[in-house]
């Protein structure tokens, strides 16, 4: 059977989509440390990030620094942050966090965001808009 982010790459779970290429899909998680926090994954299915061979691997990083750059133009953030944690869904996968630079912003224990519908789509709409433009 398919795992989550299975079948939100093949389309059969909704998520509101920030970048995608042949290789590669990015979208925002459902439980946001911030506005525009986005994974990144592969399509293919490797349970753990560093047991993705060397070429996918480095492709996964070639792809997230254009949805970095995207995240930088479309949010109003000092920076992206960074994080592999992977310890509830097995499917590797990075987190991209939008940051204000005020401390402490890349901690999952922090509280988590909620935004409307409407707010997860204008904001994926916004990154994927500045994504298409690289
Ligand atoms: P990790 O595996 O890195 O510990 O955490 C998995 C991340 O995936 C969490 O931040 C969680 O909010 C997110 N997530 C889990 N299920 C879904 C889902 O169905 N859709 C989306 N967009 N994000 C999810």
Do not use: Q
Request: include cysteine.
């Amino acid at each position: 059977m398919s795992g989550i982010f299975k079948k939100i790459i093949d389309g059969e779970i909704p998520s509101y989509k920030v970048a995608e290429d042949d290789r590669y899909y990015a979208f925002l998680d459902i439980n946001p440390l911030a506005k525009g926090h986005t994974l990144a994954v592969p399509k293919v299915v490797v349970d753990y990030l560093f047991d993705l061979d060397a070429e996918t691997y480095s492709g996964l990083f070639a792809f997230i620094k254009k949805v970095s750059a995207a995240l930088k133009s479309s949010t109003a953030c000092k920076s992206v942050g960074l994080m592999v944690y992977g310890l509830d869904v097995p499917h590797a996968h990075v987190h991209l966090v939008p940051l204000k630079g005020i401390g402490n912003e890349l901690n999952f224990s922090n509280p988590r965001i909620s935004l409307t519908p409407d707010e997860f789509k204008i904001t994926a709409d916004s990154i994927y808009k500045e994504f298409i433009k690289l």
